[in-house]
């Protein structure tokens, strides 16, 4: 598939997210599926309550603020931050003397979330235009990097975690929580634009990931939780098939 077509049709169906013209859960709607969705994918009620409402789109398959082990001070980036609701959990947990910036590619989403950050009056949160495969962001300035199931949305995830590499201080860490695969996927959907944007056609084999990760200069690999993942009205050839992964790395 033609790699401009991919995003120009991801930046598309997030845009209608965030304006909510589309809800990011196809087979339901309302604020109650939004906060579960949340749950499901590992943010407790305290989390939710903690941040702006409506920095919560029930988007992404993990919670990687729960993982990163963030410290006072950190300075964070957010890879894919969409309305806000990681980096507004990092910003809680890195204080006033850290500092975390979220990169988007969806004009529409970065406005919700500088909003969202006004409304939350929070002084140590920064939201950017940007693409992860060109990341607006200075080498060696990151200490942490979080991502929640983003980097499956580019086609190319090796330039993704070579920028993220490029820009995490010597002995940086990142946690990203994304989709792989156990085997092939049907290639239907494989050539799907709406399953591309509903994260499931660009992920990767899960060792395949792995090794993407490793070749973009990374060390200490680890999969720090792991677990089949499903949601309702899912295509029942991809039962068993798509894991949810929570992988922490080293610069």
């Known amino acids: 598939m033609d790699e401009k077509e991919v995003k120009k049709f991801i930046k598309g169906r997030y845009s209608k997210i965030a304006t909510k013209e589309e809800n990011s859960c196809s087979c339901c709607g ?6 579960e969705q949340a749950k499901a994918a590992g943010y407790t009620i305290e989390d939710i309550k903690s941040i702006p409402e409506e920095a919560v ?5 993990g919670n990687p603020t729960a993982l990163a082990e963030l410290k006072e001070g950190e300075t964070v980036l957010d890879l894919g931050s ?11 947990k890195v204080g006033r003397t850290g500092k975390v910036i979220g990169v988007d590619m969806t004009e529409e989403m970065v406005e919700t979330a500088i909003k969202n950050a ?3 009056k929070y002084q140590n949160v920064e939201f950017k235009l940007g693409e992860i495969e060109n990341l607006p962001i200075g080498d060696n300035s990151i200490d942490v990097i979080i991502s929640n199931c983003v980097i499956n949305l580019t ?7 070579k920028e993220a590499f490029r820009v995490l201080k010597p002995y940086g860490r ?21 399953a591309w944007s509903e994260c499931t056609a660009g992920a990767m084999e899960k060792q395949a990931y792995l ?23 899912m295509d029942e ?10 992988i922490r790395a080293l610069k």
């Not at 290639?187 to 634009?193: G, R, T, Y």
């Open 30 to 35: 309302g604020e109650n599926s939004t906060i």
């Open 57 to 61: 789109f029930g988007l992404g398959c």
């Open 82 to 92: 969409g309305g806000g609701i990681d980096v507004f959990l990092a910003a809680n």
């Open 118 to 120: 006004k409304e939350g």
């Open 155 to 161: 086609p190319d995830k090796l330039v993704a975690y």
């Open 174 to 194: 990142i946690l990203v929580s994304d989709l792989v695969t156990e085997g092939e996927l049907p290639e239907d959907i494989k050539c799907s634009f709406q």
């Open 211 to 233: 090794d993407t990760i490793k070749e973009a200069g990374f060390t200490d690999i680890q999969i720090v939780e792991q677990h089949y993942f499903t949601e309702p009205d």
């Open 237 to 246: 050839r991809l039962l068993e098939k798509i894991i949810s992964l929570q």
